[in-house]
Nanobody
């Protein structure tokens, strides 16, 4: 079992930055790939980005590529989402998720909700125009 708790959300003006954190407890954090998803009101949950268990590989959706950066600190059991150049359309509840890769092919599915076993409760990000 893995428990995930997001923090760092809030209200920011367009063009600003926020850094989200996701603290994990429970089973060995470093064996899990971590993902970030977001869900705006009335919309489906969508993939934002993911990072491999080692931190050596990252994956991003086209909508955030070049603006958002995922990193992790396995010693602190924490994954981060640095969000720069924020836009009003980035407003959503942001969720972190943990998935246990059972092979390199897992990463072909990293953008899919079903690839993840554990989810946090989410943190709200609101970007004003």
């Amino acid at each position: 079992q893995v428990q995930l708790v997001e923090s760092g959300g809030g209200l920011v003006q367009a063009g600003g930055s926020l850094r989200l954190s996701c603290a994990a407890s429970g089973r060995t954090f470093s064996t899990y790939a971590m993902g970030w998803f977001r869900q705006a009101p009335g919309k489906e949950r969508e993939f934002v980005g993911a990072i491999s268990w080692s931190g050596g590989s990252t994956y991003y959706s086209d909508s955030v590529k070049g603006r958002f950066t995922i990193s992790r600190d396995n010693a602190k059991n924490t994954v981060y989402l640095q969000m720069n150049s924020l836009k009003p359309e980035d407003s959503a509840v942001y969720y972190c998720a943990a998935g246990e890769p059972k092979g390199s092919s897992w990463y072909l599915h990293a953008q899919k909700i079903y690839a993840y076993d554990y989810w946090g409760q989410g943190t709200q990000v609101t970007v004003s125009s």
